[in-house]
């Protein structure tokens, strides 16, 4: 099981106040709505695009794209990105900031993130990861021809897949050295010359009256009490999502190789997005 970042303290945020509730309140309703209408319409959906398409999911992705941009809208947080998502077969990298990525990266590019097995037996969150695809795996090279095979089967769909190779969310302020674990399957001879990685920058700002590590999610911090920050926020800020170029597999020695220019994308990004030098991995 991967460890939590643990390297900065959670930010010192005042104590909220009765309109705080309220609008965290009607802002939930919403996002609630919007989120479990989308999924009993995915069900829904999927019960004829199983038997007629089986694996591919030519439609339900559509729906979850739609449900992530619409959750920027309910929660006035302003989404904008640059760059141009890959049409090549293969798989996007990002660094993970808190569990808002999961809407952003939707919002633009319909994808199927693959996660740690342990997310499948989370409360809420790990079902509606069942139901949008989510390929769980393991993360330990013991497994790698097994997640290749898994990897394989979705790429020949059509499937683009994304991981966040740090293993751990962040405050949104750096971004921690990548893990080639996950690499590895891109290297086995069925997959080599045709997959390419394109690394993704994702980039928080805070609102005006908050610290820059407000939508950061990390360490010990529990998930109901950040969800209901970020709900009750009265001004929000912004998220940028930057789509880097793609690289090649076949055009890069191994995994690390892979792995290192992938990070180095991501982290020049995320300078670049902030304006300075983020603080180095932690």
């Known amino acids: ?149 898994i990897f394989a089967a979705r790429l020949s769909l059509g499937h683009k897949l994304l991981f966040f190779p740090e293993g751990t969310s962040t405050d949104g302020m750096r971004v921690l050295s990548f893990k080639p674990t996950l690499f590895e399957a891109f290297f086995a001879p069925a997959l080599r010359d045709m997959v390419w990685v394109q690394p993704v920058t994702v980039a928080y700002t805070a609102p005006t009256d908050q610290p820059q590590a407000f939508y950061g999610w990390w360490g010990e911090m529990d998930f109901a009490p950040h969800f209901l920050r970020v709900l009750a926020a009265p001004r929000q800020g912004a998220v940028r999502v930057i789509y880097h170029a793609p690289l090649q597999v076949a055009a890069h020695d191994g995994r690390k190789d892979l792995c290192a220019a992938a990070e180095m994308a991501v982290r020049c990004g995320l300078v670049a997005a902030l304006g300075s030098a983020p603080p180095r991995a932690g």
């Open 1 to 149: 099981m991967s460890q939590s970042w643990q390297g900065a303290s959670p930010p010192d945020l005042a104590p909220l106040g009765v309109t705080d509730w309220l609008r965290a309140g009607v802002r939930g309703i919403v996002l609630g709505g919007v989120t479990f209408g989308g999924l009993a319409l995915l069900l829904a959906v999927r019960t004829v695009e199983w038997p007629l398409c089986g694996a591919h999911r030519p439609v339900t992705p559509f729906i979850t794209q739609g449900v992530c941009r619409a959750a920027f809208v309910i929660l006035g947080m302003k989404y904008r990105t640059e760059g141009t998502p890959m049409r090549h077969p293969g798989a996007v990298v990002a660094n993970h900031v808190s569990w808002l990525d999961i809407f952003a990266l939707n919002a633009r590019k319909r994808i199927y993130y693959v996660a740690k097995a342990e997310v499948a037996g989370w409360a809420g969150i790990g079902w509606l990861a069942r139901a949008t695809g989510t390929i769980f795996i393991a993360r330990d090279r013991t497994q790698a021809r097994a997640q290749t095979r």
